[in-house]
């Protein structure tokens, strides 16, 4: 090789002899009609096809990562709606040991079947009893033995359908201990469901607990009184123009705050007896429950205190007395009792761990305004789920409490659930259909 052709072969030779940068098609496309001249016509459609080709390929892309961001989005609100997150049941020790048997090599060839829990086992059963429907269109749980189920059967339950699969019924009835007798003698009593609903949460709308409220049957009468009384106090009983009337009064945030602060406000014989029945939709736990209600005691809280203000500004400004009688007294949740009764709500829920889908858990007020908490969980066992014993949690005996916990449900601008206050309202309609002392049996 000759020394000319080595020194060609140097940096500074190559950046001279550098060849000519080829044209882009980007900057081909782009010339103008005059440049077009300059190119075949062969030429300047491959340059065309070519940029058509790299425009489309960009819009796939772009198409693409527009739906994996859509999807990234809707994938976690699919996830937490229709996921049931709900802890392991606890199980007994025969099941654990069951459990823990092993095949052998059979467990590698052909492993058990995952267990999971059926919505059609749910609809088919209620509290370990087959749901049937009995004549009448009735819906009833009836035990497995039986044949020909009536709704009249002593060991049936009626059932009413809640709108939810995950808590597809409640009972019509059901029976609480309550304390009778100078002696406060504790003795079963009947109570009769008024009204459900569905609490939800959040945009998505997830459901966390099915609500309903049940009036003690010897009771009814007194709620029904004073309900007529609110409309027409001559009356016994409401006509269609009067059940209108009642029906906006209950709906209506200040008004329904009226009615049923004059109802809860009553003590002894003319108290009414309720309760409150929660069941959840998904596994939860006792805390989150309980911040639930005290947020909505304190939401109630504040709602009093601010017309307590508004009132009292009002005063000033007249400089004189006002005629409307005040909503409450002044310091009616500030004193030092009022705050001993809410550390007593929140030790009843204290320590308590989960309360598991399909658990009960219910809510009482007495004839004094006494408030209780009674749980009833779900037990798993071979012969499938049953409910366990019913136990009473704790109570708080300042009739405050009990009080902002039904109006958080039952009145106000913004209550748990809407629905829920809708229904109850609706079977307050229809206990005042009928003359005062004549109250059907079944309320629903």
Same mark, same amino acid.
């Given at each position: 090789?000759?020394?000319?052709?080595?020194?060609?072969?140097?940096?500074?030779?190559?950046?001279?002899?550098?060849?000519?940068?080829?044209?882009?098609?980007?900057?081909?496309?782009?010339?103008?009609?005059?440049?077009?001249?300059?190119?075949?016509?062969?030429?300047?459609?491959?340059?065309?096809?070519?940029?058509?080709?790299?425009?489309?390929? @960009?819009?796939?892309?772009?198409?693409?990562?527009?739906?994996?961001?859509?999807?990234?989005?809707?994938?976690?609100?699919?996830?937490?709606?229709?996921?049931?997150?709900?802890?392991?049941?606890?199980?007994?020790?025969?099941?654990?040991?069951?459990?823990?048997?092993?095949?052998?090599?059979?467990?590698? !060839?052909?492993?058990?079947?995952?267990?999971?829990?059926?919505?059609?086992?749910?609809?088919?059963?209620?509290?370990?009893?087959?749901?049937? !429907?009995?004549?009448?269109?009735?819906?009833?749980?009836?035990?497995?033995?039986?044949?020909?189920?009536?709704?009249?059967?002593?060991?049936?339950?009626?059932?009413? %359908?809640?709108?939810?699969?995950?808590?597809?019924?409640?009972?019509?009835? !059901?029976?609480?201990?309550?304390?009778?007798?100078?002696?406060?003698?504790?003795?079963?009593?009947?109570?009769?469901?008024?009204? @459900?609903?569905?609490?939800?949460?959040?945009?998505?709308?997830?459901?966390?607990?099915?609500?309903?409220?049940?009036?003690?049957?010897?009771?009814?009468?007194?709620?029904?009184?004073?309900? !007529?009384?609110?409309?027409?106090?001559?009356?016994?009983? @409401?006509?269609?123009?009067?059940?209108?009337?009642?029906?906006?009064?209950?709906?209506?945030?200040?008004?329904?705050?009226?009615?049923?602060?004059?109802?809860?406000?009553?003590?002894?014989?003319?108290?009414?007896?309720?309760?409150?029945?929660?069941?959840?939709?998904?596994?939860?736990?006792?805390?989150?429950?309980?911040?639930?209600?005290?947020?909505?005691?304190?939401?109630?809280?504040?709602?009093?205190?601010?017309?307590?203000?508004?009132?009292?500004?009002?005063?000033?400004?007249?400089?004189?007395?006002?005629?409307?009688?005040?909503?409450?007294?002044?310091?009616?949740?500030?004193?030092?009792?009022?705050?001993?009764?809410?550390?007593?709500?929140?030790?009843?829920?204290?320590?308590?761990?989960?309360?598991?889908?399909?658990?009960?858990?219910?809510?009482?007020?007495?004839?004094?305004?006494?408030?209780?908490?009674?749980?009833?969980?779900?037990?798993?066992?071979?012969?499938?789920?049953?409910?366990?014993?019913?136990?009473?949690?704790?109570?708080?005996?300042?009739?405050?409490?009990?009080?902002?916990?039904?109006?958080?449900?039952?009145?106000?601008?913004?209550?748990?659930?809407?629905?829920?206050?809708?229904?109850?309202?609706?079977?307050?309609?229809?206990?005042? %259909?009928?003359?005062?002392?004549?109250?059907?049996?079944?309320?629903?």
């Amino acid at each position: 090789m000759t020394a000319v052709r080595l020194a060609a072969r140097r940096p500074i030779f190559r950046c001279l002899n550098a060849p000519t940068p080829r044209p882009q098609l980007r900057r081909l496309a782009q010339q103008s009609k005059p440049q077009r001249e300059h190119l075949s016509d062969l030429e300047y459609v491959s340059v065309h096809r070519a940029e058509a080709m790299r425009l489309a390929q @960009l819009k796939r892309k772009r198409n693409w990562l527009a739906l994996g961001a859509a999807l990234s989005m809707i994938a976690p609100m699919l996830l937490v709606r229709f996921w049931d997150l709900s802890p392991p049941e606890e199980q007994n020790q025969n099941d654990l040991e069951e459990k823990k048997e092993s095949r052998g090599v059979l467990d590698l !060839i052909t492993p058990r079947p995952t267990q999971t829990d059926s919505p059609r086992a749910a609809i088919d059963e209620f509290q370990g009893k087959k749901v049937v !429907i009995a004549p009448g269109d009735k819906v009833i749980a009836a035990p497995a033995d039986a044949d020909h189920p009536m709704a009249t059967d002593v060991d049936t339950i009626e059932l009413v %359908e809640t709108g939810t699969s995950y808590v597809p019924y409640f009972p019509k009835t !059901i029976t609480l201990p309550v304390p009778t007798g100078p002696e406060a003698v504790e003795s079963q009593a009947e109570y009769q469901l008024l009204g @459900l609903g569905i609490r939800k949460v959040s945009f998505l709308r997830v459901q966390v607990y099915v609500v309903g409220l049940y009036v003690r049957s010897s009771d009814l009468h007194i709620l029904q009184n004073h309900l !007529i009384n609110t409309v027409n106090p001559t009356a016994s009983a @409401l006509i269609p123009g009067e059940k209108e009337d009642l029906r906006k009064a209950l709906l209506d945030p200040e008004r329904s705050t009226e009615i049923w602060d004059a109802i809860l406000a009553r003590k002894g014989v003319d108290a009414v007896d309720m309760a409150f029945r929660v069941v959840p939709t998904r596994g939860t736990d006792f805390a989150h429950l309980r911040d639930a209600w005290m947020r909505g005691i304190a939401s109630r809280t504040d709602e009093v205190r601010k017309r307590q203000a508004d009132l009292l500004r009002q005063q000033a400004t007249e400089n004189k007395q006002i005629a409307l009688p005040k909503p409450v007294d002044e310091g009616e949740f500030g004193d030092e009792s009022f705050g001993l009764a809410m550390k007593e709500l929140k030790g009843i829920f204290q320590g308590k761990g989960r309360a598991s889908k399909g658990s009960v858990l219910t809510l009482t007020r007495g004839k004094n305004g006494e408030f209780g908490v009674w749980f009833q969980p779900t037990v798993n066992t071979k012969k499938g789920e049953k409910m366990g014993e019913n136990t009473k949690l704790g109570s708080v005996q300042d009739e405050r409490v009990s009080k902002l916990v039904w109006q958080v449900y039952l009145s106000g601008q913004n209550v748990s659930s809407e629905a829920a206050r809708k229904s109850i309202v609706d079977g307050c309609i229809g206990i005042t %259909e009928r003359p005062v002392g004549t109250v059907e049996g079944r309320v629903l």
